[in-house]
Nanobody
């Protein structure tokens, strides 16, 4: 059974940093990604990383956020620097299961950036 669990959210002042972590268990995975959803908005991709380490980022976070992955531990992390109030959202980890290509989501972790 696949489980995806995030941690590391919290409250931070604008300009500060946070690191989110996610552990996916119960399978092996293709891409792993972070998405976010702000109140009243659709969920959007923040960053994604392949099993080979290739990463893509939303334009809004390029140069500020970095995604890391440890394939041996099935973990993916998101280092968020120079945070802005508009980064406030619930952040979700997504793991795409190898062979089935099914997406598994975590429960989300709140990130709040105060101005």
């Amino acid at each position: 059974q696949v489980h995806v669990v995030e941690s590391g959210g919290g409250l931070v002042q604008a300009g500060g940093s946070l690191r989110l972590s996610c552990v996916a268990s119960g399978s092996v995975f293709n891409d792993m990604a972070w998405h976010r959803q702000a109140p009243g908005k659709q969920r959007e991709l923040v960053a994604s990383i392949s099993s080979g380490g290739s990463a893509i980022y939303a334009d809004s976070v390029k140069g500020r956020f970095t995604i890391f992955r440890d394939n041996a531990k099935n973990t993916v992390s998101l280092q968020m620097n120079s945070l802005k109030p508009e980064d406030t959202a619930v952040y979700y980890c997504k793991a795409n299961q190898r062979f089935s290509f099914r997406d598994y989501w975590g429960q989300g972790t709140q990130v709040t950036v105060s101005s």
